[in-house]
């Protein structure tokens, strides 16, 4: 038996408060996460017999210390949105003596400012966790694994889908291929998976699907490939034959969804083979309807087609486009704002995620702003709802904040109409509902009613009755998915309206602190005028200190909790800058004992 033989397999929580948690959606179906971490149960299928694995993910349940305490070491995976829970994951590693072991995309890029992890194994390990265990088992493992070259995954083991609590997520995920065709600058995909992208046989697929099937699964399964069609021939003529194949031999117990280049429009054959296999939705990577913006980044493939001819090319097919749009660019212009949001609109986009240019660590981008002297700081990982950049943009900052604040404030406006405009221009797009139905059985009724209960008395409730309605008569057969959509409406809405709400209560509590400094020097100037008293002076801004910081709690608890976090950490930078401004002046007009 190994020494290291009890493993124990850690998934940080990833934050709540963004738009790709979907958290408020999953709570009308009594789900806790969207999808499970697959990097993790992957790792898993690779250990050999003998080891005790158990798995974790945070997002679903408590770490307790009795399951760090069972184990003889912790694999940890995380992406950047992830180090903060990281980070305390580690830091109780440490206090309860239990070896780290770290890996994923955050540790690849940044291993060198992540402190406490005994042994990190970089890249993909698919041919290096064997060693490494070996060198584990003897005492000689070495501080960092580095990245690997790309491994075959043709034949790749199953995933450990044994080790979820499968019925806490949303949806399950699978990989079909690793790597990207593209050299978008601010992807960092293709720097570290590569542009040649490698896929894993039919066979390897439909085992794992099998597995889910076994499993009990039933429902969304995602493909979460960065570009699905990064080997069109091999997806046509080899993997969606075998899933069309699968599907009907076992009902189409399944639904697909995936990510993929928009010159997906131009191939209606592979459109069709993906409709036939149960592929409802697809996000695709619009960035900007500029094409000076797509030239400076690389994203050629958009460059090459009408995108509102594409996108609506695909929703034809009953394949709803979710889709990502960064402002933020240098050749960004003020009236980008406005025409993102008029792309949206008139394509029916209803999920677009909207997010600020970040300049991630491995890719093109960060290398040019650092060589330029523009990088600010690292980033959080999380582009969306945040409202500041890690880097000097060309465009005026505070417009940048302005306009995608505009861009959030319209697409998932107060009531909502802007957005259940574009769910229903999408149902009227499709011209083939067949395979984008779902089967109706009673938990979806539940569900249905749930949503009827708590969305009619929101601020958005008329046009949620007047949407389902609408499609209740027009699009009769896909009402399911009207009532998918609405709830998934929510979600953006309380999302929304929080990350508008906390950027006011952040520019409060800088007005607040602005307020403070001036007091200060205000006495700071009569004590230098000797038209006030030094014991006096200190008192009173003792206490002014203490009403300005009542007044900015009050504000920072009037959001939910989900939201709080950057604003306590700024809440208590303002607290220990105002206690300095008070020690400095109390050296200035107290004398020495």
């Known amino acids: 038996m190994p020494h290291y033989q009890n493993i124990l397999l850690i998934y940080p929580q990833v934050p709540d408060n963004t738009y790709w948690s979907f958290k408020y959606a999953l709570k009308f179906i009594r789900k806790k996460s969207a999808m499970p971490p697959l990097g993790l149960i992957t ?9 005790n694995l158990k798995l974790v993910d945070m997002n679903i349940e408590r770490l307790r210390d009795e399951d760090i305490e069972w184990a003889d070491a912790v694999f940890i995976s995380a992406m950047i949105v992830q180090q903060e829970s990281m980070r305390e994951v580690i830091q109780r590693c440490r206090q309860l003596e239990t070896k ?18 005994d042994h990190f194994v970089l890249g993909e390990v698919e041919e290096t966790l064997h060693d490494f265990l070996s060198d584990l088992e003897h005492g000689a493992a070495k501080p960092i694994y580095p990245m690997p070259p790309h491994p075959d995954i043709s034949n790749a083991p199953t995933p450990r889908f044994d080790l979820l609590k499968t019925e806490a997520y949303g949806s399950m995920s ?34 794992e699907i099998d597995a889910l099937y076994r499993q009990g699964w039933r429902g969304a399964v995602f493909l979460v490939d960065d570009n699905f069609i990064g080997n069109k021939k091999r997806v046509k003529s080899e993997l969606l034959p075998a899933l069309i194949a699968w599907q009907e031999a076992h009902g189409y117990p399944f639904h697909f969804f995936t990510e993929a280049s928009i010159n997906m429009a131009s191939d209606d054959q592979l459109l069709s083979a993906m409709q036939k296999a149960g592929f409802n939705e697809v996000f695709i990577g619009i960035e900007t309807p500029d094409a000076e913006s797509l030239e400076e ?8 087609t009408d995108m509102d001819m594409a996108v609506r090319h695909i929703q034809k097919y009953g394949i709803e486009v979710m889709a990502g749009f960064i402002v933020g660019f240098d050749h960004d212009k003020p009236d980008i704002f406005d025409r993102q949001i008029d792309f949206i609109q008139r394509n029916a986009i209803p999920k677009a995620m909207i997010g600020l240019l970040t300049a991630l660590p491995g890719t093109r981008l960060y290398q040019r702003l650092q060589e330029e002297g523009r ?12 409202l500041s950049t890690n880097f000097r943009t060309i465009m005026d900052g505070d417009s940048i904040k302005k306009g995608y604040k505009n861009i959030l404030a319209s697409i998932y406006d107060f009531r909502m109409k802007n957005y259940f405009a574009r769910c229903n221009k999408f149902f009227d797009n499709i011209e083939d509902t067949t395979y984008f139905q779902r089967d109706i059985h009673f938990q979806e009724v539940r569900y249905f009613l749930k949503s009827l209960f708590r969305q009619t008395f ?28 609405s709830i998934t409406g929510h979600h953006f809405h309380v ?27 205000r006495y700071s100037r009569s004590l230098v005028e000797n038209s006030i008293e030094n014991i006096d002076a200190a008192a009173k801004l003792w206490k002014a200190r203490n009403k300005f910081l009542k007044a900015m709690k009050h504000k920072i608890n009037k959001i939910p909790k989900d939201f709080r976090d950057d604003l306590n950490h700024r809440y208590a930078e303002i607290s220990q800058q105002m206690r300095d401004m008070l020690n400095r002046f109390e050296q200035k007009a107290l004398p020495a004992p």
């Open 43 to 51: 790792v898993a299928a690779l250990f050999p017999a003998g080891y």
């Open 100 to 117: 780290i072991v770290a890996g994923g995309p955050y540790p690849n890029n940044s291993h060198e400012e992540i402190e406490g992890v």
């Open 174 to 207: 699978i990989q079909y291929s690793r790597g990207c065709p593209f050299h978008c600058e601010f992807c960092d995909i293709w720097t570290v998976y590569g542009n040649t992208p490698r896929l894993k046989s039919a066979d390897a697929m439909l085992a």
């Open 297 to 304: 980044t690389g994203k050629v493939q958009n460059l090459k």
């Open 375 to 386: 990088l600010l700081r690292a980033t959080l990982g999380n582009n969306t709802h945040v």
């Open 458 to 485: 929101t601020p958005y409730g008329f046009q949620y009755l007047k949407f389902l309605t609408r499609n209740l008569f027009k699009h009769r057969d896909i009402f399911g998915e009207a009532v998918s959509m």
């Open 495 to 521: 999302i929304t309206r929080q990350t508008i709400k906390k950027e006011k209560i952040a520019s409060y509590l800088e007005i607040k602190y602005h307020d403070f400094a001036g007091l200060v020097n």
